[in-house]
């Protein structure tokens, strides 16, 4: 299988990674000419995960996505959600025909709310059972130092998923299969919102006795939209394990590694920086951001109760000060 990525960020880097040391060549879209003539010169991306090396005779790298496109029978989609709209805007419409797409988005795309899978079946008429997420537990900067990770790959034809998932396992990384397609990418969403609120709360300074209350009710509000918006557990549709990696171990680490941009987001949040300075100073994409209103929409349809999410939606977007807002969040813990 000849995989291509979109993306050149930190995540779509450490996927390239893990591909091309388990022996694969890959086809890299990288939309910056420059950055293609340093990694050609320099055998590592000179802006993300710099200490990962590569060997050019295993990666062909343009910044035509077309071309990438064409050569690829399975494509990694791996830019911010924000960004997926411009980046797949050149492609025609029977450009993917034929693909397997892998999403390892943790978003949603802003304006429409709507998942990668969902973009794709509108735009380009692209069937569900040929897509597939890679989600989970998995910062970008521990895949380059390659310590122990796991990653979950879901799709709906699970034979299938375990025939994606076999290119990606190296001596740091295990991987995982699941059915649940779309509820892992809802959970990989809420996951950034609560993270961002967890990095409020530190900058609040309240302690780990809060936090871990905090994150344990995080997780039970996880599973009540889940379980709302998904269909009920049947034959055909096996009931779903909330406490594996791609659900709860996401969350936990998400909230509590210093890796985590979105915690570092709401620390910077917490400590009385407007939205705007937090977004120059941080220099990278927090997913929670945008999701957090998405979400907050999303929900209209769905109708959860989803109390913490509503209340850092308010915090981010309606300019509820962020000591109110947790003393607001104080009331709903238990």
Not at 41 to 48: G, L, S
Not at 253 to 275: A, D, H, Q
Request: include cysteine; proline fraction near 3%.
């Amino acid at each position: 299988m000849q995989f291509g990525i979109i993306g050149s960020g930190s995540w779509a880097t450490a996927l390239a990674k893990i591909t091309t040391d388990n022996g694969n060549s890959i086809n890299w879209w990288i939309r910056n000419e420059e950055t293609i003539l340093l990694m050609q010169k320099r055998r590592h991306n000179p802006h993300y995960l710099s200490a990962a090396y590569f060997d050019p005779s295993q990666l062909y790298l343009s910044n035509n996505i077309s071309e990438v496109v064409s050569k690829s029978d399975a494509l990694i989609i791996a830019v911010p959600s924000a960004f997926v709209t411009d980046a797949l805007s050149t492609l025609d419409i029977d450009a993917l025909k034929g693909k397997k797409i892998i999403s390892a988005i943790k978003g949603i795309l802003p304006g429409t709310n709507e998942l990668l899978n969902q973009f794709l079946a509108k735009q380009f008429d692209f069937p569900i059972d040929q897509y597939f997420t890679v989600l989970g537990p998995c910062h970008a900067e521990e895949v380059a130092a390659e310590k122990l990770s796991y990653l979950t790959f879901s799709g709906i034809d699970e034979a299938a998923a375990y025939d994606i998932a076999r290119f990606f396992q190296t001596e740091y990384l295990n991987t995982v299969v699941n059915h649940d397609v779309i509820g892992v990418q809802y959970a990989a969403v809420l996951k950034n919102i609560y993270a961002l609120g967890a990095g409020i709360a530190h900058g609040l300074d309240y302690g780990d006795n809060f936090l871990s209350v905090y994150i344990a009710n995080c997780a039970n509000e996880m599973i009540v939209f889940l379980k709302r918006l998904l269909p009920e557990p049947g034959a055909n549709n096996p009931e779903i394990n909330y406490t594996a990696s791609a659900y709860l171990g996401d969350l936990l680490v998400t909230c509590y590694s210093l890796y985590s941009r979105n915690r570092t987001f709401g620390n910077m949040i917490g400590k009385g920086y407007s939205v705007k300075a937090a977004q120059l100073e941080l220099s990278m994409i927090a997913e929670g951001y945008n999701a957090s209103k998405c979400i907050v929409q999303t929900n209209e349809k769905v109708g959860a109760e989803i109390p913490i999410v509503q209340t850092i939606y308010q915090i981010l977007w309606e300019h509820l000060p962020a000591v109110e807002g947790f003393k607001k969040i104080e009331g709903y813990l238990y």
